[in-house]
């Protein structure tokens, strides 16, 4: 099995589901629903690995509110 890095200045188009203002400011049931990468969707494995990275998740979640 061939493990799949990801260059995040690459990401775009980030949409984030599961946000819960109760949850603010953790958004702890956030999780990234689609993006782009070098302008195509990616894959859900590509999901499923940004979704690992609770970093990544908070900084979207936060700049999707503003």
Do not use: W
């Amino acid at each position: 099995m061939t493990k799949i890095e990801l260059d995040y200045s690459k990401i775009s188009n980030v949409s984030i589901g599961g946000l819960d203002m109760q949850d603010y400011p953790d958004f702890c049931d956030a999780y990234i629903e689609s993006a782009d990468y070098e302008d195509r969707e990616m894959t859900d494995e590509e999901l499923d690995i940004l979704n690992e990275d609770g970093e990544f998740i908070s900084i979207n979640a936060h700049e999707s509110l503003y």
